[in-house]
């Protein structure tokens, strides 16, 4: 595990489900550095990805959070 994982893990430890731009804004990381991170991190089982139920049209959004 490197800086970035740690990173990404203590802004997620407060158990709250975020979205990739949201993290994106608060870790400054290239967009393609975090997706690296955060597949790996989903699998080694770190993090949880899910899918909120939506209301409208158009990709659904994926949510990261810890277990």
């Known amino acids: 595990?490197?800086?970035f994982d740690v990173t990404i893990l203590n802004l997620?430890?407060?158990g709250k489900p975020r979205e990739f731009q949201q993290i994106l804004s608060e870790?400054?990381?290239s967009h393609?550095?975090?997706r690296l991170h955060?597949?790996?991190l989903a699998n080694q089982n770190l993090i949880s990805?899910?899918?909120p139920p939506i209301n409208r049209?158009?990709?659904p959004r994926i949510t990261y959070s810890t277990h």
Do not use: F, I
């Open 38 to 40: 955060l597949d790996s």
């Open 27 to 29: 870790v400054k990381l």
């Open 57 to 59: 049209r158009g990709r």
């Open 49 to 51: 990805k899910g899918k």
């Open 12 to 14: 997620l430890r407060d």
């Open 32 to 34: 393609n550095t975090l």
């Open 1 to 3: 595990m490197d800086l």
